[in-house]
């Protein structure tokens, strides 16, 4: 009898906690509608040890509630350190969340009434 052995996280990023400069945004192609873009993004990734390195990140697939980012924001990624890979900390970052950027936008106005 043959076994098969399935070796779980073999390959597994291990993602840590990182922030990055927004540099520039760059609309990579459209939808043939031309109505929705993809978008990659070259950002200045300053990890927890103080280092800081140009990365490219891609558009989070599978995800809907992300705002895109413009040149000059601060966000929050995460880095593999192996591999260089960078992405978007979008559970992490109210401000890379639609809903986390109109609760803001709405807490801001309350606040500039005196609420």
């Known amino acids: 009898m043959e076994h098969t052995v399935l070796m779980f996280g073999i390959g597994k990023k291990a993602w840590e906690p990182a922030e990055a400069t927004i540099v520039l ?3 990579k192609k459209v939808s043939s509608d031309g109505l929705t873009p993809t978008r990659e993004w070259a950002a200045d990734v300053r990890r927890a040890d103080g280092s800081v390195t140009r ?11 992300f705002w895109p980012p ?6 929050k990624v995460e880095i593999d350190p192996a591999s260089g890979a960078v ?3 979008v559970k992490n970052d109210p401000q890379l969340s639609v809903k986390g950027r109109e609760k803001a936008q709405s807490d801001a106005f309350k606040a500039a009434l005196g609420e």
Request: aromatic residues 8%; glycine residues 4%; charged residues 35%.
């Open 25 to 27: 945004v760059n609309i």
């Open 55 to 65: 990365a490219k990140i891609d558009e989070p697939r599978w995800v809907t509630d």
């Open 70 to 75: 413009d040149a000059g924001n601060v966000v």
């Open 87 to 89: 992405r978007f900390d």
